[in-house]
């Protein structure tokens, strides 16, 4: 055997994977070629040396992680087993996710939501006022109480339908005599003109003595016009 | 031959006795069993990060691989067929997730250099507290070898390294090394002779017998 072969089976020799026969020819050989044999005895100590390398100590670290990794998976590996024990797993994944994003605005719109509260409910009655959004929120016509004077030359109140006050848009009934006012914004009648049968001794107490609450545009007084409307009587009546 | 006969006999009673026990405990691990998971981690870990940190010779790196072999296990034991024996599965995964790790180690950190952390600061505490039953000088030289074979280890072929590493420090079979190298029996046997030669030559007669301690005298100050 030549030197350079026996040095190729001095691997499979100490692996135990020469045939017998080949073994033999093998050691014969060592025992006679020093060289060979420092070889061998190099490789020797070279495995002896590896071997005492095959444990080197586990980070503890190391091991907590794993055990901690391991937990998980059983965990994961359970959740999925089943269908229902999958649909568990996943419900309390969203569940879970919903919860960590609501939970940081939870505080501050809860701590919200009750400051405008409590500043909305500080405010509203000085906040409170008649809103009416119908025709008249934006205009009003004036409105007033007849007055008459009586015999002694005091102002009395006139009965309840004799004359009346009624707005421009309500028509003036066939047998009345009426009169149209412009009333000021200080309630003052400024003007007038017998819209209607003729000027009766009540309509002029009317024109001349009447106060009225002013029309209003967007709730300032305003001037405009009013009736007043006298319904004649049968029996009074001028022909 | 007689004894060798009952040699052969107890082998392959251990063998079937082994491949009992992974077939036992991968049906345990299939049913999240908890002790399975246990069981596992008490018998491999330990193997598979020698073996990582072997083959990458860098603790960090070899922890962050036995981490992802047991994940990959974990998460791939329902696709264990029984083929190979679970050591034999778990040490491929290893071998190719330490072959991961140093192709990208290679691509994006070769340049890097540790600033203020020296080789001794970085091993472990329990590496560094001496072992009482030995001598400090058996200590200091199994040390010394240590950091040699280590070196030499990094500068041989990767190819030849994990041949070497299976066979002399994690102890597997030439049929097992084939089997997590996923090559012929002959490939293995032409890696391990390579790789002993290859080492050979890197530690240089360095691994000769034990230097004798030399006295060296001074004279007195």
Redesign the interface.
Known sequence: MSCEHVQELISPLLDRRLAAGEREKMLAHLQVCRKCDEHLEAIQNQRKALRRMDCAPVPAGLTAQLRVMASHERERHLSRATLAARFRYWSGRMELMVDNLMRPFALPFAGGLLSALVIFSVLVPSLSFHHNFGDEAFFTSPDGEVVLVDSRGGYVQAGYLDPRILPLNIAIPDNSNAVTLTVDENGKVCDWYVSRGQLTPELLNVVMFSQFKPATNFGLPTAAKVNAVQQVLPGRMRS | MATSILDLNSEQTAEASAEGDDLRLVEALRQ?S?QA??E??SRF??PV??LA??LLND?SEA?DV??EV??KV??NIGNFRGQSTLKTWIYRITVNEAHNTRRWFFRHRRREVELDTSLEDAR?W??IIPDRSRSPFEEAF?HE??LM?EAALEKINPIFRDA??L?????LS?EEIAEVLGVSLGTV?SR??RG?EA??DE?A?S???RPALRLVPKTAE
């Open positions: 999240a908890e998971y246990e596992l981690l870990q330990q990060y020698t940190l072997r603790q922890s036995v981490q047991f994940l974990f998460r472990n329990k590496e199994d070898q240590h074979i070497v590493v066979r002399d420090i994690t102890d030439y046997k391990i002779l002993r080492l050979r530690l007669g691994l000769n017998a």
